[in-house]
């Protein structure tokens, strides 16, 4: 156990090494090389043939790992909310604790002071590599133990504090983010302070609201948008028929927890949902989301086993 333990420590001083997430057609061109190979060595293929698949694969791979890589992934994390955006000028974490996916340079989102949205972003912040942290109304140090913790921890590694309101536009390259909240004047309740945004990206549009109550969601007007982040984990306080007829989505995120104690997501908003025709994907039920945008094609972690598609084992659900 101890020679285990040691071994562990040793290789935990090297430098994290990684690896990203390999296409399907990366994967294609691995399998299409052994197959080549074998043929070969039963002597159904001449070696030059044989490298000559291999190749063609380097090259096609390769060419692709070019091409500018954009993509939401709206991460599992139980009864919790936490949102990566990576763009080719930026990487956005909107809530949350992250892992190591590669992230070098980040900016952090804090939407509001609720631990189900922060708790996990002093580690994010001592792990380094942020450059900014913005957040909506800041408040009084000694007012909230676990958001002076997070001031805390930007003013140790020295990031920078950005406060934004409605109606303020920030551009990443190729991206901009539009802010729809918090109002100018600060409100009592972290949830109607919460930062809410719409992410423009390829010609489509993403909204992320983080807990904004529906009286906020009334006092919205952001146009149409592909992809609804729901609000509060569906609770019935939030995603509401005005924001719907508003935004006309044609997906919903909804980020919860299996099995939580608060009844997440609201039968409620999921009957609105399918009233208003949206395609609903959920953290608790698919796992990672993940949403490619260039493309606008949609991957999950767990699909329903009897179709690959999103959705409760045994029910057949429509591919988007």
Known sequence: AWLLLE???LFALAPILEWGQISLLGVTAYYASLLALLLMLNGYLRPVLALLVPLAGVLVTGGLARVPQAKIVYLDVGQGDSTL?????????????????????????????????????????????VSALILGHDKPMGEDALWDKIKAAAIRNRVPLREVRRGEVWKFGSATLRFTGPRQDTLLEDNFNSVAFAL???????????DTPEELEAEMNPGAVNILKSAHHGSRFSTSEILLRRTRPQIAVISSGASNTYGHPSRTV??????????????????????????????VVNPNPATGLPGPPGKTRSSQ
């Open 7 to 9: 071994t562990a420590r």
């Open 85 to 129: 955006i990576r763009v080719p000028d930026a990487d956005i974490l909107v809530d949350g604790a992250l892992r190591s996916l590669g992230v070098k340079n980040l900016i952090v989102i804090a939407t509001h002071a609720d631990a189900d949205h922060v708790e996990g972003l002093e580690a994010v912040l001592d792990r380094g590599g």
């Open 200 to 210: 423009e990206y390829a010609g489509r549009r993403y909204l992320l609201l983080g």
């Open 270 to 299: 999921l009957q609105r949902l399918e009233r208003f025709r949206v395609k609903i994907y959920r953290t608790d039920r698919e796992g990672a989301i993940t949403v490619d945008l260039n493309t606008g094609g949609i991957s």
